[in-house]
C-alpha cells in the first residue's frame, strides 16, 4: 500500500482523536461544530483536517477527546523480498517530514502498540522507530548530535493488521485532566467519559441535573461547564504550547474564541449527594476549583432518603460492586434506585451489571453499551 504523509504543517493537518468506545458520535458532532473538515469516526477515535487553530480549539474544547494527534502517515509493514517487516517500518519512518514539527534540539520519546501483525514485539518497534528518525532527523539538520533538551514530541505508533500509522501527540498529559480535580472519591469517572454521558442524557443550559452518587462530583462540574459552555482546557496546558512550529497565535485565538462562548448567565443548576461526608467536601472543593461552585449544591445524604422534583434529570454512576460495596450490596442499591427514583423523571445510569433493570424495576427506553476504563458497561436510559 502507498506511503501516505502529512507534509505541510502551515496548511491542512490530518488530526486524530482517541476516545471512549461508544463515544464516537458524541466527538464527531463537537468536530462538526468546531468546523472540522473531513472528519471521520472509526471505533474508539475520530479524525479529521484541520489547521493549527483548530489544533488548538480541539484540545481546548472538546470534552469527550482523550487527546489530539497529528497524524504524520501510514504504510504498511508486511514483510517483502525475504526482508523482515523492520525494514518497511525503518523506511517508513524515514519518509515521514519529521523536521517540520520537531526541532534539532527538541526530545521524540516514542511509544506505541501493535495487534495481528508480524511486528508483535513492541519495544523492539519503538526502537526501530526511534532509530528511523533519529536518522531523518540528522539528514534533515545535517548533524550528527541531537540533544533531545527542547520541548517533548511524543511519538506514537500503532500497527495494526501489518499495517502502521505514525502520530504526534499534542496533548501532553490526556484531555480528561481538565485542571481541577485535585481530590478524587473513591472510584471516580474520568471527565471525558462523565461529558459523553452528560451529552446522551442532553444536558442543556436550562437543566437541572442531579447526581444522588456524586463521588468527587465530575457529572455536577462537567455538567456546569457544558451548560455554560466553558471550554474544559482553559484552565491547563498542552505539550504543543511549547513547540516551535506551532504559531503563538494558533493558541491565542483557539482560547479567545473558547473564552467568548461562555455564558455564564444560564439557568442550569446542579445538586449532588452522597453518603459520605469526605466526597461532600471534596465535590464542594473541585467545583471552587472548576469556577462552577455557584450553580452547583453538594449534601450529604443516603439514597434511601433520596427525593427528586419532576424537572430533574438524575445522571449518576453508583457503586458496581467491583471497587465499592459487593455485587450484592450493589444490587441492592439498585433496587432502592428504582423505589426512590419517580418515574416521572429523566434518568440516565452508567453500570456494568447486566442485571440493572430488573434489580431496578424498569425497563431501559435506551440502552448504549459503553466503556469505563477495561469495564464494559451500558448506559441505562430513562426519558421523561
Ligand atoms: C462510583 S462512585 C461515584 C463517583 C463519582 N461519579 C465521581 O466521579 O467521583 C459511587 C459513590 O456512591 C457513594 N455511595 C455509596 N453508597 C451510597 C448510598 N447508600 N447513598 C448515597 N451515596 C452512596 C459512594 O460514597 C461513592 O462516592
Not at 511486528?119 to 522507530?129: D, E, F, K, N, R
Not at 496546558?237 to 512550529?245: D, I, K, P
Not at 433520596?306 to 434529570?313: D, K, N, R
Request: charged content about 25%.
Amino acid at each position: 500500500m502507498e506511503q501516505t504523509s502529512n507534509t505541510m504543517p502551515s496548511s491542512y493537518m490530518r488530526i486524530c482523536c482517541p476516545c471512549h468506545f461508544g463515544l464516537e458520535s458524541v466527538l464527531k458532532f463537537e468536530l462538526v461544530r468546531l468546523g472540522a473538515a473531513d472528519i471521520a469516526a472509526a471505533d474508539g477515535r475520530v479524525c479529521f483536517s484541520g489547521d493549527w487553530t483548530m489544533l488548538a480549539a480541539a484540545n481546548i474544547e472538546l470534552t469527550v477527546a482523550e487527546r489530539v494527534l497529528i497524524e504524520l502517515g501510514s504504510f504498511s509493514v508486511k514483510a517483502q523480498h525475504g526482508k523482515t517487516a523492520f525494514d518497511p517500518l525503518f523506511d517508513g519512518v524515514m519518509h515521514l517530514p519529521l523536521e517540520h514539527f520537531i526541532g534539532v534540539n527538541d526530545a521524540f520519546p516514542v511509544k506505541g502498540s501493535s495487534l495481528n501483525s508480524a511486528l508483535h514485539s513492541v519495544p523492539a518497534c519503538q526502537a526501530i522507530v526511534k532509530k528511523a528518525a533519529v536518522k531523518r532527523l540528522q539528514k534533515a539538520y545535517r548533524t550528527t548530535t541531537l540533544p533531545e533538551t527542547g520541548a517533548v514530541h511524543q511519538l506514537q505508533f500503532q500497527i495494526r493488521n501489518d499495517f502502521c500509522t505514525v502520530y504526534l501527540d499534542t496533548s501532553g498529559m490526556p484531555l480528561h485532566k481538565r485542571g481541577w480535580r485535585q481530590l478524587a472519591g473513591t472510584a471516580p469517572i474520568r471527565e471525558t467519559l462523565a461529558a459523553g454521558i452528560l451529552d446522551l442524557s442532553r444536558v442543556r443550559p436550562q437543566t437541572q441535573l442531579c447526581d444522588p452518587f456524586c463521588g468527587s462530583g465530575t457529572f455536577l462540574i462537567e455538567g456546569a461547564a457544558r451548560a455554560m459552555h466553558i471550554a474544559p482546557g482553559l484552565h491547563r496546558r498542552f505539550a504543543s504550547e511549547r513547540w516551535e512550529a506551532m504559531p503563538k497565535s494558533a493558541w491565542f485565538d483557539a482560547r479567545e474564541a473558547a473564552r467568548a462562548k461562555i455564558k455564564r448567565d444560564v439557568e442550569f443548576r446542579a445538586v449532588g449527594y452522597d453518603i459520605d461526608p469526605q466526597a461532600v467536601e471534596i465535590a464542594r472543593e473541585n467545583a471552587k476549583k472548576a469556577g462552577v461552585s455557584e450553580k452547583i449544591s453538594v449534601l450529604q445524604a443516603d439514597i434511601r432518603d433520596f427525593q427528586a422534583s419532576p424537572e430533574q434529570l438524575i445522571v449518576c454512576n453508583p457503586p458496581y460492586g467491583e471497587r465499592l460495596l459487593d455485587v450484592e450490596a450493589a444490587r441492592a442499591l439498585y433496587k432502592t434506585m428504582g423505589t426512590v427514583f419517580p418515574k416521572e423523571n429523566a434518568v440516565s445510569v452508567i453500570s456494568p451489571d447486566q442485571t440493572f433493570e430488573q434489580c431496578f424495576g424498569r425497563k431501559a427506553v435506551k440502552r448504549r453499551k459503553l466503556y469505563n476504563g477495561m469495564l464494559q458497561c451500558n448506559l441505562y436510559q430513562y426519558w421523561k
